[in-house]
């Protein structure tokens, strides 16, 4: 049950990442709904002088922090253990979810561990990619370990591709990822609330799955529910909250899959990566998802709010 009693709020946006563009359009979303809400509230942008802005909300009555964070120095427990430092209450996953999952490298050791399917990898650290030759055949994907929003990533076809792929992952990280590519279905499974929401089919009509397709409205067409049977539908559910659950994460997030045949055609997922803090653009996939089970925008971000807490609350 929601409390009537309307807290006040920090919403934090913007930030020094490289997903600030969609930080600030996850923030604007939020702005929204608080007035309409009727959340009193302050915006803080998350530049050099965050923890001085967020320490004077705090002193000025903030009950609550709403994270429209996305990426580095954000959605990797950063703002997350300043959050805890100061005992202000926030949106979303914990310390140790959020840096581990946005660590894609230490994601796959965990799921790996509890015998949810990853596609197969390889780790390169950037002072090695120059004499570096991998063990996984073309086609492969090539990514920094942490970052969001498709930034650094390159679906390499040909072996002449691969110097430039990991020269452009080195921009964003010290560590690369290197993954088998998975030819099929790419969808992903959102949760909220406790609740795995219907999963979303992505088609995107160019390329993969980048940047310009997540944020481009009309470059990518999103099928829901997917064209999958039944059980294979209850599967990927039952494992995107396994994920969810043994990464720790709490009130949302968003798994990411693919899709292959297997033995006797049948649908084999693979997670790809978790979303702890899920963009809510006009193009992000967890609105769409929460629409489909009649929660609307204001309503998910009551939800956010309401569920605002700390990793050591109520513990000495």
Do not use: W
């Not at 088998?180 to 499974?189: R, S």
């Amino acid at each position: 049950m929601i409390n009537s009693k309307k807290k006040k709020v920090v919403l934090l946006q913007g930030g020094l990442g490289a997903e600030r563009e969609v930080s600030l359009s996850t923030g604007k979303g939020f702005a929204q709904a608080l007035t309409e809400l009727g959340y009193p509230f302050e915006v803080v942008d998350c530049k050099e002088d965050f923890l001085e802005q967020i320490s004077m909300a705090k002193k000025n009555g903030a009950e609550a922090a709403l994270l429209a964070l996305h990426g580095k120095y954000a959605e990797d427990g950063i703002v997350q253990g300043i959050c805890e430092y100061i005992k202000l209450p926030y949106s979303g996953s914990g310390v140790f979810a959020s840096a581990l999952c946005m660590d894609k490298i230490a994601t796959k050791e965990v799921l790996i561990n509890h015998q949810i399917p990853t596609a197969k990898y390889e780790v390169v650290h950037k002072d090695s990619i120059v004499k570096y030759r991998p063990k996984i055949e073309v086609p492969l994907v090539v990514k920094p370990s942490r970052e969001g929003s498709s930034f650094g990533v390159t679906i390499v076809k040909d072996e002449k591709e691969l110097a430039s792929a990991l020269r452009h992952a080195a921009q964003y990280d010290s560590n690369i990822l290197i993954e088998d590519f998975i030819d099929g279905m790419e969808l992903t499974v959102p949760i909220l609330d406790g609740k795995v929401l219907t999963p979303i089919e992505i088609v995107p009509k160019v390329d993969f799955y980048d940047y310009k397709n997540k944020y481009t409205a009309g470059r990518t067409e999103y099928i829901m529910p997917p064209r999958i049977d039944a059980k294979t539908m209850k599967h990927v559910q039952e494992t995107a909250l396994k994920a969810f659950q043994v990464c720790r994460l709490r009130t949302y997030g968003r798994i990411d899959f693919r899709m292959t045949k297997v033995a006797d055609n049948e649908n084999r997922a693979y997670v790809l990566e978790i979303n702890t803090l899920p963009g809510c653009t006009p193009t992000s996939l967890l609105p769409k998802a929460a629409r489909h089970e009649n929660i609307d925008f204001n309503r998910l971000v009551e939800i956010l709010v309401e569920r605002a807490a700390l990793d050591y609350q109520g513990v000495k």
